[in-house]
């Protein structure tokens, strides 16, 4: 496995034997695309990650702490998005005069709902790509 | 009819360019890798273009103008709720789903659970939905071709249908993320420059919005006095909703099957193994988001401008046409043609793309899912690439065969028909196989059929037993938008199963969780798909 992203440990056990010549005309395609069918091929890069592969409590934790985090971050952010378009129908029930009032011309629901909903849903997606980024990053950390 | 010259030359030559990088494509996409996933040398801007592409399908390039002109407000759910459908793939799948590896939406319920069976089950899904959702693009390139040449309806069929077989084909993954990425700028081009050129020459968005509602001119006036929405078309709880028993429960059960239906389309989710990486999946849903919500600024303007300028669709029925009839409303009559030329360009770039899409995928299941997978696995990559081809040719036809019978459907109702699917068989699965650990292969695979199952049977009840002219009920409304309580039932199926059975919680789930979440800055990383 080709690994772009850090320094492999020097004394790292070989890998799994590469697959059996096939008929593609790319062998470099081929050298990139390990054989791996099962985890067990999983190449621990160091320490840490063997931890978190073994299943041993501290990495347990590391690797449930990632996931709870994420998954905190995607509800924050769905329920963020839901609250506001799910409300939208009720206000539109609710307070006719007011979701009519005039903004440019325009109604304001008609308004919130075929123009800004859309840099709403780019901001909330920036804000999600950005910190989940970071969470893996603080991850990423700790596990080295 | 009358024959619009400049237009068929513009729609003639989208699909002679379509098929000469069909050709091309034969040359380049020469491994089973490029064949399936484009060999996943796709950067995220260019694969955005190519999903945003794929996405916008004739239902959104002609068919939501058309129906913002029929019903207003309503209709504007539609495309938020596409949109928003990106932003649920992005918080709870985009990358775990490609850091897992899995290829197709089978690969994941077999990998994760290690379950040959369960790949079965959600290829069927896979095939239905692909199924269901080509057949509107069939139809809208009919629609087209019998509005731009006066041909009969079957010709366009035939015509496109072709065309995609034989380019998909040829050419494969790899082939068509190119001619994808092309034609979602050629629709991006051909909505928003229409749209400008008529509010530059009849006057402003909140004019339009004046005439729209509040002072119609006489065209307007006399069409509604004949029969079109009057001024509640611009209100929430408008035509669209007040024929449905309940409006509100109407509005959340759309919201809801196009929301979460697009966050389970397998012909899309196909589309994010070709990144590099997870953080690369979530740039490029990203990026979709961004372009997606720009195209859709523009159909609500034009069914604004098709209520105003082109009344007579509403009494002649043809309001799924308008995008194509609007430039010849433009007093020049040169402009119009050529604006006619662009827009049809845009409907036919929205068929190819989409139909070439939802076949890669069709074949996709059915030569890798089914053939390499299950009924041949020791085949070799030259068999596995025939079967890919033979399986493109036999869906395409099969496709084109039932699209021949379909021509008096509203061709957006159709595409929530494949949503409701998607939402209620492959959305619950993916987000409880992504973040919940307990979850096991009987629990995954009971409540994939159970919401799978129900909402194909609310839908195949609307469509052979429910009566479009009758007043709607509440329970009308629940089988003909059935997402809203099919994903709730799904979920629960899934949680219960999982708990009644937690001895069949698969022995190596933390290291599938590992796969899924583990992010690839520490140079683990892995893919389902080997050689």
């Known amino acids: 496995m080709k690994s772009s992203f850090r320094s492999e440990p020097q004394d790292r056990a070989p890998f799994e034997a590469p697959p059996a010549a096939t008929d593609t005309d790319d062998p470099d395609l081929l050298a990139e695309l390990p054989s791996l069918e099962t985890l067990e091929a999983l190449q621990p890069a160091d320490d840490a990650l063997q931890e978190i592969a073994e299943q041993t409590a501290y990495g347990e934790i590391l690797l449930e702490e990632l996931i709870r985090r994420q998954l905190r971050l995607g509800i924050s952010v769905a329920a963020a998005f839901l609250i506001l378009l799910f409300g939208l129908p009720l206000m539109n029930l609710l307070f006719p005069e007011l979701v009519q009032m005039r903004v440019l011309g325009l109604p304001l629901t008609w308004l919130a709902l075929a123009v800004l909903v859309y840099p709403f849903l780019w901001c909330l997606a920036v804000y999600y790509v950005s910190t989940s980024r970071k969470y893996e990053d603080e991850f990423t950390e700790l596990v080295k | ?531």
Not at chain 2, 50 to 56: D, M, N
Not at chain 2, 406 to 423: D, P
Not at chain 2, 480 to 493: H, L
């Open chain 2, 1 to 531: 009819m009358q024959v619009h010259w400049i237009a068929l030359v513009a729609f003639a030559g989208i699909a002679l360019a379509t098929i000469a990088v069909g050709i091309y494509a034969t040359r380049v996409a020469r491994t089973t890798h490029d064949v399936y996933i484009a060999s996943r040398a796709v950067g995220p801007v260019l694969n955005a273009s190519a999903i945003s592409g794929e996405y916008l399908s004739a239902a959104s390039f002609l068919g939501i103008a058309g129906m913002v002109m029929s019903f207003g407000y309503d209709v504007l759910w539609y495309p938020a709720g596409y949109a928003a459908g990106y932003l649920f793939l992005l918080l709870f799948i985009a990358a775990p789903l490609r850091r897992f590896g899995a290829y197709t939406i089978p690969d994941f319920a077999e990998g994760r659970f290690g379950s040959p069976t369960f790949r079965r089950i959600a290829m069927c899904f896979v095939l239905l939905i692909g199924i269901f959702y080509m057949l509107p693009q069939m139809k809208g390139a009919g629609v087209a071709v019998q509005t731009i040449a006066g041909l009969p309806y079957w010709v366009g069929v035939v015509v496109v249908g072709s065309v995609i077989t034989l380019n998909v084909a040829l050419g494969g993954m790899k082939g068509i993320t190119f001619v994808q990425a092309f034609q979602f700028w050629v629709k991006a081009f051909a909505i928003s420059v229409p749209a400008f050129v008529l509010l530059a020459v009849f006057g402003s968005y909140s004019a339009h919005w004046e005439w729209a509602t509040s002072s119609p001119p006489p065209a307007l006036q006399a069409a509604i006095e004949a029969g079109a929405p009057g001024s509640a078309w611009g209100q929430p709880f408008g035509p669209l909703a007040e024929r449905q028993g309940q409006p509100l429960l109407f509005t959340y059960s759309l919201m809801i099957a196009t929301v979460f239906g697009t966050a389970g389309l397998p012909h899309i989710l196909v589309r994010f193994y070709t990144n590099r990486d997870g953080h690369t999946a979530r740039q490029t849903t990203l990026v979709v988001l961004a372009m997606i919500g720009l195209f859709y600024l523009f159909p609500p303007i034009l069914g604004l401008l098709g209520r105003v300028h082109a009344p007579d669709l509403y009494l002649s029925g043809r309001t799924d046409a308008l995008l194509l009839e609007l430039p010849g409303r433009l007093p020049d009559r040169l402009l119009g043609e050529l604006l006619r030329a662009v827009t049809a360009a845009g409907a036919f770039a929205a068929f190819m793309s989409t139909t070439s899409g939802l076949l890669v995928a069709v074949a996709g299941a059915l030569a890798h899912d089914l053939y390499a997978r299950t009924l041949h696995p020791r085949a070799d990559l030259r068999e596995r690439l025939r079967a890919f081809r033979f399986a493109a040719l036999l869906a395409g036809a099969v496709a084109m065969a039932i699209s021949l019978g379909i021509e008096r459907f509203h061709i957006n109702m159709l595409v929530g028909w494949a949503f409701a699917i998607a939402a209620s068989a492959f959305f619950p699965l993916l987000v409880l196989g992504i973040w919940w650990r307990r979850l096991t292969v009987v629990g995954a695979a009971a409540g994939t059929l159970v919401g799978g199952g129900l909402a194909s049977a609310a839908i195949l009840y609307t469509m052979w037993a429910g009566d479009p002219l009758l007043p709607a009920t509440t329970w009308s409304t629940l089988l003909a938008q059935p997402a809203i309580w099919t994903i709730p039932v799904s979920f629960g199926t899934m949680v219960l199963g999982s708990l009644l059975t937690p001895h069949r919680v698969p022995p190596d789930v933390n290291l599938k969780m590992l796969r899924l979440h583990v992010p690839e800055t520490l140079g683990l990383r892995t893919d389902y798909i080997g050689e």
